[in-house]
């Protein structure tokens, strides 16, 4: 079954960017700093931020200006990997993983990053051993993140039951977390647990706004519980906001009937 929520790298953007342009141009330069390091991070949040905002090319630039100033600081290898995923440069990627783990054995980051991408590249059993790493690194104080990976890399291999598990273990750290509360949702409706399904909906609606995910997962509940009313709001929200998506879910839906009657 085709699960929309996608996992995510927990990366952040540092604050405190130092910036000046250059005189007659749009261009921002970095302003020295005498701190190799924290040069580094500098260079890593503006390329992070450049690669958010479709830069490759800017990027990939600050990134290896952050190698430069630390060539051994785990967060300036794993921030490059991320840059080679995002451009679809899998061996890349796996290098510069492996390469923040020889200088950062013990970076709770560089693990739960790891196990996004080899989640991704379909390498399951690995992806789950750097969760549980990062998890059980002392010094690694974004717990929630990794098992809020953990359980999306669980639903994308269709373990509703071991995702079910994970998220329960965020709700412990953080009760209001957007994607637990959608991915307890997807959960819940894999095992046909429809009224925990909309619990936990409903405490996601409580908080946020619809948006492609809780659509796709609104629509899919309704569908299940043969509610009409529901049914049409979904659809028009897809429709009109996210045409593909709705043609996938239609699609989805369709292949999923067709299995049924089949097996009838």
């Not at 039951?161 to 329960?168: K, L």
């Not at 709705?246 to 699609?251: G, I, N, Q, S």
């Amino acid at each position: 079954m085709r699960y929309f929520l996608m996992l995510c790298a927990a990366f952040c953007l540092f604050g405190c960017v130092t910036e000046t342009r250059i005189a007659g141009s749009n261009k921002k330069v970095i302003e020295q700093q005498s701190d190799p390091i924290e040069a580094a991070r500098t260079r890593v949040a503006l390329g992070l931020r450049y690669l958010q905002n479709g830069d490759a090319a800017q990027a990939k630039y600050n990134l290896t200006r952050a190698l430069q100033h630390a060539p051994e600081l785990a967060e300036v290898h794993y921030s490059l990997a991320y840059y080679y995923q995002r451009v679809n440069e899998s061996e890349l990627a796996e290098a510069s993983y492996q390469k923040a783990l020889r200088y950062g054995p013990n970076d709770g980051s560089t693990m739960n990053n790891y196990g996004v991408f080899l989640c991704q590249q379909e390498r399951y059993d690995e992806a789950m051993e750097q969760f549980i790493k990062a998890v059980r690194e002392p010094s690694y104080i974004r717990v929630a993140d990794a098992y809020e990976n953990a359980g999306l890399c669980s639903l994308s291999q269709d373990q509703a039951e071991q995702a079910r598990s994970y998220f329960d273990k965020v709700l412990s750290y953080d009760a209001s977390r957007p994607r637990t509360l959608l991915g307890l949702t997807e959960a819940n409706l894999q095992l046909n647990l429809l009224d925990s399904a909309e619990f936990y909906f409903n405490r996601y609606l409580n908080r946020n706004s619809i948006n492609m995910d809780s659509a796709v997962l609104g629509y899919r509940l309704a569908d299940q519980r043969q509610d009409p009313k529901n049914i049409q709001k979904y659809r028009l929200i897809l429709q009109a906001r996210y045409p593909q998506t709705y043609d996938a879910l239609m699609a989805e839906l369709t292949e999923a009937n067709q299995g049924t009657d089949h097996e009838g």
